[in-house]
């Protein structure tokens, strides 16, 4: 695949991803992963519902409920908790950026819930860079144990392999990847 191809799809994949939250695509129980390859650099991309991790999408007005968002940030912080990849590929993680929303006055990491809809997202974004990408075959998700509330994943790839999508479940938590042609 040429860059061009590869920005071709890039863009494709940021359209179609902004064309779903733009257009209400917002559904308790179901999340997007997103996967892109920029030579050795692999940047995973999580959006899903606050309900979906948590139970609740307003402000949380009890303990249990702060208790609650505290432990999705932890676990959603813990990369090797929620993504592992292929040994083979020797990747190693440079960022993790967590974005949920009614974070403690002045976190800079707080999202803010938006105002018109009612509804909270949480997002997450985890860089890699892997000595040895081609060998990045896939990705099991660890997202199902960690968020028993989580049903489905929207996955969709942009690597130098190819583009993909595909569906994941708690009983199907491994997303094989474009394979090298």
């Known amino acids: 695949m040429t860059t061009r191809q590869m920005l071709s799809g890039l863009c494709l994949m940021a359209v179609s991803l902004g064309a779903s939250a733009a257009g209400g695509a917002h559904e308790h129980g179901v ?9 050795t650099t692999i940047t995973l991309g999580f959006d899903s519902p606050l309900d979906s991790l948590v139970g609740f999408e307003h402000a949380p007005r009890t303990e249990a409920q702060k208790k609650a968002l505290t432990q999705a940030r932890v676990t959603l912080e813990n990369a090797a908790q929620v993504l592992t990849l292929p040994a083979a590929a ?41 000595a040895q990408p081609t060998a990045l075959t896939q990705v099991t998700v660890g997202l199902f144990k960690a968020f028993p509330r989580l049903q489905r994943l929207d996955a969709e790839a942009a690597t130098v392999a190819g583009q993909g999508k595909s569906v994941l479940r708690p009983a199907q938590a491994t997303w094989s990847l474009p394979a090298a042609r």
């Not at 999340?31 to 030579?39: W, Y």
Request: glycine letters at 6%; one cysteine or more.
């Open 31 to 39: 999340a997007r992963l997103s996967l892109v390859q920029d030579d």
């Open 90 to 130: 020797a990747c190693t993680l440079t960022s993790v950026d967590v974005e949920l929303p009614f974070g403690e006055p002045g976190d800079k990491h707080a999202a803010h819930a938006d105002d018109h809809s009612g509804h909270s997202d949480a997002e997450a974004e985890y860089v890699f860079d892997c």
